[in-house]
């Protein structure tokens, strides 16, 4: 079994930063993808960062030039820097990892408020 733990989440004022971290732990399979997903109030999930072995990273329109993926794949670990929040960027972010032939995992997650 694969635990994913997020750290880093907050309140920051528009045009801030955060630094979002993840650590996956437990029995680790061959992880191909990691990265973030989020979720606002009232919305569906959605893609906002994955970094995929030997790929480009996927990063969503909505975020690109402003935040950056990166992984540590000695460290089981992914992260995402965040620059030039804005309150849109408001949401729940999860981590996410995934294996070939198992379902995804996913992380707790942790808010990130934008407001001044």
């Known amino acids: 079994q694969v635990q994913l733990t997020e750290s880093g989440g907050g309140l920051v004022q528009p045009g801030g930063s955060l630094r979002l971290s993840c650590v996956a732990s437990g029995t680790i399979p061959w992880i191909n993808t990691m990265g973030w997903y989020r979720q606002a109030p009232g919305k569906q999930r959605e893609l906002v960062a994955t970094?995929?072995?030997?790929?480009?990273?996927n990063i969503a329109d909505s975020v690109r030039g402003r935040f950056t993926v990166s992984r540590d794949n000695a460290k089981y670990a992914v992260y995402l820097q965040m620059n030039s929040l804005k309150s849109e960027d408001t949401a729940v972010y999860f981590c996410y990892a995934k294996a070939n032939a198992v379902p995804a995992y996913w992380g707790q997650g942790t808010q990130v408020t934008v407001s001044s």
């Open positions: 970094l995929t072995r030997g790929r480009d990273p």
